[in-house]
């Protein structure tokens, strides 16, 4: 299975082409682009002009985007009107959300990508039908921008009431949206677990996020190499492999200062994980 990298391991720095560099020396084709501003500015025009003069030169695809969460760049801690939700039942807030995440998607205008990964809702997003109706409206505007760009938007398992594996299912079978998945082992390693979760999804996943962690916190740890992983990658891994050429392993890791860029980690949880 073909080897992806999310920049999210290197989400609290600025995305320059000398980091892309490094990453492609550090043995990386194809990547997914972590969009939170303090990492990649979609509001940015000298920063978009400058990725997507390397990326014409360069060897290495962009595959995806994970959408913007926040609007700020300190993960939305600067306050909650910086949260961006689809699912916001105040429509002027949708609205912003909504905006705000069509001006990433006009990235794909200048650097081609074929997916936009997307939240229904927050961490820990109660459940109700008026926020169902509301990301049912917000999505169906998404799409068709989207789409007037090459792009299709995932949804993403996320450990809340309205994208659990369940909820993800229900919600398309409820819209009839034509959508399709990112299975998140991490995700579904906080809920109710990642066989049960898969084979919900199974059907629908056409993108990956592999990380670890202790059952209670979303740690993004490195499979096999990090210490405090609960998940069973041995089935884990059995499961991927019954569809082998629908997704590429993608690793969505968090930042480990003393390993450095954690680049050599990365390719040996990658090796770790195809050996098993």
């Not at 700020?72 to 959300?97: F, Q, Y």
């Not at 760009?149 to 398992?157: F, K, M």
């Not at 229900?170 to 066989?195: C, K, M, P, W, Y």
Request: glycine share 6%; with cysteine.
């Amino acid at each position: 299975m073909k080897r992806v990298l999310s920049t999210h391991l290197f989400a609290n720095q600025r995305l320059t082409t000398s980091l892309l560099n490094k990453i492609q020396q550090g043995g990386f084709s194809t990547i997914e682009i972590f969009c939170t501003r303090q990492h990649l500015d979609y509001l940015d025009k000298s920063q978009i002009r400058d990725l997507a003069h390397w990326f014409r030169e360069a060897d290495m695809t962009l595959r995806s985007l994970h959408a913007p969460m926040h609007t700020d760049t300190m993960w939305g801690r600067s306050g909650p009107d910086t949260h961006l939700n689809i699912c916001e039942r105040v429509k002027a807030n949708r609205i912003k959300s909504v905006d705000e995440i069509k001006r990433a998607i006009e990235i794909a205008e200048s650097i081609p990508f074929k997916y936009l990964v997307q939240h229904i809702g927050v961490s820990g997003e109660e459940y109700s039908d008026h926020k169902v109706e509301a990301a049912f409206n917000s999505l169906e505007e998404l799409s068709i921008f989207a789409r007037q760009r090459g792009v299709e938007i995932l949804l993403e398992n996320i450990p809340n009431e309205l994208s659990s594996a369940e909820a993800l299912v229900r919600f398309l079978s409820i819209t009839h949206l034509q959508l399709s998945f990112v299975f998140d082992t991490g995700h579904a390693n906080l809920g109710a677990g990642v066989e049960h979760e898969f084979e919900l999804m199974k059907d629908r996943i056409a993108s990956l996020h592999l990380h670890d962690n202790d059952g209670k916190k979303d740690l993004h740890l490195f499979p096999l190499v990090a210490e405090g992983g609960t998940i069973d990658w041995q089935r884990t891994m059995e499961l991927l492999r019954e569809r082998p050429d629908q997704y590429p392993l993608m690793l969505e890791l968090k930042e480990v200062p003393e390993w450095g860029n954690g680049l050599e980690k990365a390719k040996e949880s990658f090796s770790r994980l195809e050996d098993l």
